[in-house]
């Protein structure tokens, strides 16, 4: 049997799986929407998985990222847990093993990773504010009665886009409003949306920090290529895209579930329930709130308690 590794990233908007081979070449990908239940988003991509994966591969490492990954890594017995920036990072130093700088925008959140000799040094994240994210732009989009995926194209026919108030959700759109009614071609909007994107990223998820080359543009704003050339046109040096590049967070986690392979995998999370549930401990004054998951009616993992006090046994 050949040896396959599961990487799953699980973000607030969507959730990315891929599965890959021993020399990390990806078998499978798979990217939806989370639409608030991360559980039953990876239940569908297991589904998926399950009827795709080839006959002679064996799971043996799996590995889980984004802002839902101790809950997932509990429910697929994860070998591995790891931070967006570990996962980002390696996902992105395995194709472009010279990378210095990456940015990443998604669909709610942002960040920056500053690398040397293939190590991360800085990085930071912005999590307060949808302002230039994707779903920024997929609520624009729609204020603008266009398919958000038809963003790019139309902004690369304007000469002269129109500037934009990014800085914030509700001054963009009171702004494009504004624009839309002074008469400004709904191209030179969309230009402007998608430079106000580039500009309130670097103004503060990236501000104070060094970008230096080879800079890599990931997350799924990166297939926007309006947003691409904004920044392109702003830092006046190439940017890197990858057609992978939404995927760079759960590339990153199969990888590092390799180093933790000694697990028993089957693809049959949907044929369970699973619930969540919060009690409070009162064992001491911290008072912790207690998180709990059930796999029917069992207990399998728990967290939230500061002390021992709090613990649940399965």
Not at 168 to 197: N, P, R, W
Not at 235 to 255: C, E, F, R, S, Y
Request: with cysteine; charged share 25%.
């Amino acid at each position: 049997m050949k040896k396959g590794y599961l990487g799953v990233d699980i973000g607030s908007i969507s959730t990315k799986a891929v599965v890959i081979d021993e020399n990390s070449k990806i078998l499978l990908s798979k990217y939806i929407w989370t639409e608030g239940n991360p559980i039953e988003a990876v239940k569908k991509i297991m589904v998926d998985f399950k009827k795709n994966c080839p006959k002679d591969l064996k799971i043996v490492g799996v590995g889980t990222t984004g802002s839902a990954r101790r809950l997932i890594g509990s429910i697929l017995n994860a070998s591995i847990i790891k931070n967006e920036i570990t996962a980002h990072a390696i996902g992105t130093l395995a194709s472009y093993p010279d990378a210095r700088t990456i940015l990443e925008i998604g669909g709610q959140d942002s960040k920056i990773i500053l690398i040397d000799k293939k190590i991360v040094v800085d990085y930071a994240m912005n999590t307060l504010c949808a302002a230039g994210t994707g779903s920024f732009l997929s609520s624009q989009a729609k204020r603008l009665g266009i398919q958000v995926e038809d963003f790019g194209k139309i902004a690369l026919t304007s000469n002269n886009p129109t500037p934009i108030a990014a800085r914030c959700t509700v001054f963009a759109e009171s702004d494009l409003v504004h624009k839309a009614q002074m008469g400004y071609e709904k191209k030179d909007i969309i230009a402007g949306l998608c430079k106000s994107v580039a500009l309130n990223y670097l103004n503060n998820v990236a501000k104070g920090k060094k970008i230096i080359e080879p800079i890599i543009f990931q997350g799924g704003v990166s297939k926007n290529i309006g947003v691409v050339k904004a920044f392109e046109k702003i830092l006046d040096t190439k940017i890197i895209t990858d057609p992978n590049g939404h995927l760079m967070g759960a590339i990153g986690v199969a990888i590092l579930s390799k180093k933790e392979s000694d697990i028993e995998f089957h693809f049959d999370i949907a044929d369970y329930e699973y619930h969540t549930s919060s009690k409070f401990c009162s064992g001491c004054p911290n008072n912790c709130e207690v998180i709990l998951v059930k796999k029917e009616d069992e207990i399998i993992d728990s967290w939230g308690n500061r002390c021992e006090r709090g613990s649940i046994k399965n």
